[in-house]
């Protein structure tokens, strides 16, 4: 198996644009998904397979991925996306799903 | 609405045993695959186990394997978790997860609120 690499934390003004990595996950992977997780709540998906947003997420969150590494984009941050951060991905090899260790958003 | 609601979490002793439930409601339970996702007290998600629509399909991982099991009941929309030969490790809060599809650990698109399992003498 493999393992997903996040940055443990990012920091970011209000206003500004965020952007968080993940990578380490096999060439053939098929897509990447990111869950945001606010203190004491469950995570929820925000970015699926790559770049795919579920109904009632922001515009503002946006996915991309290049070669082996994966990037969620938090545009125009505002104090309520201070979250953890989860990428996401399935294993073929192994049939299992593999988590980053994930990565706190600190909103200066 | 989604709605996913663990139960069972306890704290149990070393070595014993614990059985959690989630019950669902909302969708088509039998359609979908099922999942348990943990959380250690201040650290990541870590995958656990998987089971297929059917029930046919589980998967788990290398940490739980063989002390674990995951099961469900379609006809009452109650996902299982039975553990043994529980840990200190073990410890966490354990999330019921609902996968996008038939087949287990692929996307997880709606998540139940937790259950605390505590493994302390």
């Known amino acids: 198996s493999f393992v997903l690499t996040q940055p443990p934390s990012v920091s970011v003004a209000p206003g500004k644009t965020a952007s968080i990595t993940c990578g380490g996950y096999a060439a053939g992977t098929k897509g990447v998904h990111w869950y945001q997780q606010k203190p004491g709540q469950a995570p929820v998906v925000v970015i699926f397979?790559?770049?795919d947003r579920p109904s009632g997420i922001p515009e503002r969150f946006s996915g991309s991925r290049s070669g082996n590494t994966a990037t969620l984009t938090i545009s125009r941050v505002e104090p309520g996306d201070e979250a953890d951060y989860h990428c996401?991905?399935?294993?073929?090899?192994?049939?299992?799903?593999?988590f980053g260790g994930g990565t706190k958003l600190t909103v200066l | 609405e989604v709605k996913l609601v663990e139960s069972g979490g306890d704290l149990v002793q070393p070595g014993g045993s614990l059985r959690l439930s989630c019950a669902a409601s909302g969708f088509g339970f039998s359609d979908y695959a099922m999942n348990w996702v943990r959380q250690a007290p201040g650290k990541g998600l870590e995958w656990v186990c998987g089971l297929s629509n059917s029930g046919g399909s589980t998967h788990y991982a290398d940490s739980v394997r063989g002390r674990f099991t995951i099961s469900r009941d379609n006809s009452k929309n109650t996902l299982y978790l039975q553990m043994s030969s529980l840990r200190a490790e073990d410890t966490a809060l354990y999330f019921c997860?609902?996968?996008?599809?038939?087949?287990?650990?692929?996307?997880?698109?709606?998540w139940g609120q937790g259950a605390l399992v505590t493994v302390s003498s």
């Open positions: 997860a609902k996968d996008e599809g038939g087949i287990a650990a692929r996307m997880f698109d709606y």
């Open positions: 996401q991905v399935w294993d073929s090899s192994s049939d299992h799903a593999v």
């Open positions: 397979y790559d770049s």
